[in-house]
């Protein structure tokens, strides 16, 4: 962390609201930050569920700052074992007016000769924002991880909420998502957005959390994570076989309205997934792709068993010399297999779970034809029972 | 002699009786300033969201409806409105995505058991912005799941013979 950003001098006490102790028993450690949620759902009683994306933030956020200030102190040395552990937070009770969350840490970081840098992360973000509110600056030096974090903070706000720090203080420091919009800088093309990526993991940095990503059309994007738990998926996913297993990245990645995706800020979840389904690969691959809301904005993302699944029927289909179907995703996530002609059509459904439906009806002959097949044989056995003329 | 009198002559009269009491469809009666169309050639157009056309093909999910439509698929008539105009109110208008219009007749449609109507005029019209020459599908009398399987597929095969109306810009 640069000189110039460097603890603030504050040393004063996390406040913590007057009669929350009194609420928890003695070996329950203190209330742990002074915050605040106000406005729009947050003052129509109780915390709302939507809500608890800032918390998950927040707790993001001490995680990288802690990190940041154990590195400044410990340049070149590995974060000590259970560091993160250590600083998880835990909802004590949710306090009126308008929600005041009371969080807790569940033991200290208790490093030999060092100080709790839980609790200085805490004063630190406290600091960070009330310049970022003052001067719409993030702190410099921080690492890439904790910016990611700090712009995290307030994403899930409406318009007239507030995610206010030091909460108890005479001075607040109130966060709204104009303010937000502002850190962002929403003026420029590049913008950050919550999805889903397609690839393979080329590399991997253990050390550093990061990664690079080789979408399916060549593109190496670089990438970082911040949930150490994460490694081990990533470095699973680096080693799959490269020719037919994917993975899809629920993820934070910067958007550039003209480019496209320029770089993976941070990382959710990581699932892998095989496609061997050649001629229909291209296609399947942009469909795992596909984001919540596509279509009309009620579009679920496709699920990976279907896709997999719809992959193996092709293989099989493929194997009769059946021409390639068309292949749409469905509203509710699953995927439908299609062939057409002159007065027929022929489909064959996979739901989410994997459930199958075949059809076919002929307005030529008047032919109708609607099965369940238990399996892939007595699906391939329907398809073949219909042939569209050269279609499949 | 009737179709059905010639059946019960040589012994066909389960399926003579079946034939004389199927009344056809049985459709909601229309709203008030609902019109229903008639007219065996005009169009019924129907925007179709880019991941459900590909390969020159579009999917049957065209004519599927979701639970927000209650049995009324909306679409344009083309008395009303132009293949392209009624592109340009979906994407422009309400911002939503779409690869280009397709059309299925009037004439199809009651072949295939069902209706066009009209219901821009009416009470019973989305709440604005409406589309231009606002229209439906009507779904609403069709209650086994089979039926509704052979409409949707057989306004799909009219709809791909057809080709589309008006094809979006890559």
């Not at chain 1, 749409?328 to 996530?333: A, C, I």
């Not at chain 2, 056809?24 to 609902?34: I, K, Q, R, S, T």
Request: aromatic residues 8%; proline residues 7%.
């Amino acid at each position: 962390m640069a000189e110039s950003n460097e603890m603030p001098a504050s040393q004063r006490e996390v406040s913590v609201p007057p009669d929350s102790v009194q609420d928890m028993a003695q070996d329950v450690p203190v209330p742990y930050a002074d915050l605040k949620l106000s406005g729009g759902r947050f003052d129509h009683g109780g915390f709302p569920l939507a809500g608890m994306a800032e918390l998950a933030n927040y707790q993001r956020l001490v995680f990288e700052v802690a990190r940041d200030l154990w590195r400044q102190a410990n340049p070149g040395k590995r974060l000590p074992r259970r560091f993160d552990d250590k600083l998880n937070l835990s909802m004590t009770e949710f306090r009126a007016g308008s929600v005041i969350p009371v969080m807790s840490r569940n033991s200290p970081l208790d490093i030999p000769g060092s100080p709790d840098y839980g609790d200085q992360a805490v004063r630190y973000i406290e600091e960070a924002f009330a310049r970022i509110v003052s001067e719409n600056e993030l702190p410099g030096g921080i690492s890439y991880a904790a910016a990611v974090a700090f712009k995290r903070i307030g994403s899930s706000l409406g318009e007239h909420e507030l995610f206010q720090f030091r909460a108890s203080s005479e001075n607040p420091v109130k966060y709204s998502k104009k303010l937000r919009q502002r850190l962002l800088g929403h003026d420029t093309n590049v913008e950050s957005r919550d999805g889903l990526l397609v690839g393979q993991i080329r590399s991997l940095d253990s050390f550093e959390k990061k990664f690079v990503l080789r979408t399916p059309s060549g593109d190496d994007i670089e990438g970082s994570y911040a949930d150490a738990q994460l490694f081990e998926d990533l470095h699973e996913a680096h080693k799959l076989p490269e020719s037919t297993t994917l993975i899809r990245l629920a993820c934070t990645y910067q958007y550039d309205v003209e480019a496209g995706v320029q770089k993976i800020e941070d990382v959710d979840s990581v699932t892998p997934f095989r496609i061997e389904a050649a001629g229909l690969s291209e296609r399947l691959v942009t469909l795992a792709g596909l984001e919540d809301g596509w279509g009309d904005g009620d579009g679920q993302p496709v699920s990976l068993p279907t896709l997999e699944f719809v992959s193996k029927i092709w293989q099989a289909l493929e194997a009769q010399a059946t021409q390639p179907p068309a292949i749409f995703p469905t509203e509710e996530g699953g995927l439908q297999m299609e062939w057409v002609n002159q007065t027929a059509h022929l489909q064959v459904a996979v739901d989410p779970e994997v459930a199958l439906e075949v059809y076919f009806l002929d307005t030529g002959t008047g032919e109708e034809d609607f099965d369940e097949p238990d399996g892939i044989d007595k699906l391939v056995e329907f398809v073949g029972r219909h042939s569209l003329g050269g279609r499949n | 002699m009737a179709l059905t009198s010639w059946l019960s002559s040589w012994g066909g009269t389960a399926l003579a009786a079946e034939i004389s009491e199927d009344p056809g469809p049985v459709f909601e009666p229309l709203h008030a300033g609902e019109e229903l169309l008639v007219d065996p050639d005009e169009r019924y157009l129907r925007q179709c969201t880019p991941m459900h056309f590909s390969n020159g093909q579009v999917s049957e999910l065209l004519f599927k409806q979701s639970s927000q439509d209650g049995g009324k698929l909306s679409g344009s008539r083309s008395s009303r409105c132009t293949p392209e105009e009624a592109y340009e109110f979906r994407v422009n208008t309400l911002g939503k995505p779409s690869a280009g219009t397709w059309g299925v007749t009037v004439g199809d449609v009651i072949g295939a058991l069902s209706r066009v109507v009209d219901d821009s005029g009416s009470e019973s019209a989305p709440s604005p912005p409406i589309p231009p020459g606002h229209a439906y599908l009507d779904f609403r009398h069709v209650k086994a799941k089979a039926d509704e399987r052979r409409l949707r597929s057989t306004l799909t095969i009219i709809a791909n013979r057809s080709g589309p109306a008006f094809l979006a810009e890559v």
